[in-house]
Structures are given as structure tokens and as C-alpha cells.
């Protein structure tokens, strides 16, 4: 699950930062197309985020991005948070070019973590099997 989730992270990542460099699109249309190309709870972050956007036209996009987490990002594990946070602290604190910069580094931890648990997950795996074939051997040398 959380490997999925950052790499939803991550694709929501790579549209903002083309829209931004092709388009400027404001932060709040951002927010918007991020949730239609993500599911679940970070669908409900992002859609959250752009209506408190709205309301807030003047608000700071990080402090509206830690809100809306607090309410709607209790079932996203702490990693896609705290790469949510840094997107909040990224998106619309900067000009364009830097912003984009922003972007490509975030994407680039994510993308780090993302390796990570792949990683991980590949170690796990082969400690199963070494277990499951000394618990064979293991059965084998009982019922001998």
C-alpha cells in the first residue's frame, strides 16, 4: 500500500510539474488534476486541498496541505505525509523555474523510497523461502 501510494505521489508529481512549466496552471487546478490520476485517501487530499484553496484564496499552500492532512490523511502511511508536507511547502512558494527544481528533488526522494521498499521487499521474500525450505527439511527429518 505504501509503495503504491508514493508512486501515486509520484505521478501526481510529474503532472504538476509539466503543467507548471507548459502552462502555469494555478496551484488550486494542480490540486484538481492530482486527484483525478489518484484513488483512495490521497484522491480525498488533493480534492480537499483545491476547495480549501478556493476558500483561502490568500492562504499559504502548505499550511492549507497540513490542515487537510490532519482530517484526511490519517490512513496514508507517515511517509506519503511527510512527502505530502514537502509538496505543500513546494507548491506555489516559488517562481517557476525553482518550483520546478522543487519538484524534480521531491520526486527524486520519493522515488529513492519507493526503490527502498522494493528493496526490502525483495529481502523479505527470499527470507521466506530459506525458511519455508529449512521448515521443509525440517518436517522431512521428523517424519523420517
Do not use: W
Amino acid at each position: 500500500m505504501e509503495e503504491a501510494n508514493l508512486r501515486q505521489i509520484l505521478k501526481a508529481m510529474e503532472l504538476m510539474r509539466c503543467e507548471i512549466q507548459s502552462r502555469l496552471t494555478p496551484t488550486k487546478e494542480l490540486c484538481e488534476m492530482a486527484s483525478a490520476i489518484c484513488r483512495g485517501s490521497l484522491r480525498e487530499v488533493f480534492q480537499a486541498t483545491a476547495q480549501r484553496i478556493e476558500l483561502q484564496s490568500d492562504g499559504d499552500v502548505g499550511e492549507i496541505m497540513e490542515a487537510v492532512l490532519i482530517r484526511h490523511g490519517q490512513s496514508l502511511p507517515i511517509s506519503c505525509i511527510c512527502r505530502l508536507r514537502e509538496l505543500g511547502g513546494i507548491l506555489g512558494a516559488y517562481e517557476v523555474e525553482e518550483q520546478t527544481q522543487a519538484l524534480e528533488a521531491l520526486s527524486g526522494r520519493v522515488s529513492a523510497s519507493v526503490e527502498e521498499i522494493r528493496r526490502g521487499r525483495a529481502e523479505r521474500c527470499r527470507s521466506y523461502e530459506v525458511m519455508g525450505v529449512c521448515a521443509g527439511c525440517a518436517l522431512a527429518i521428523i517424519l523420517l
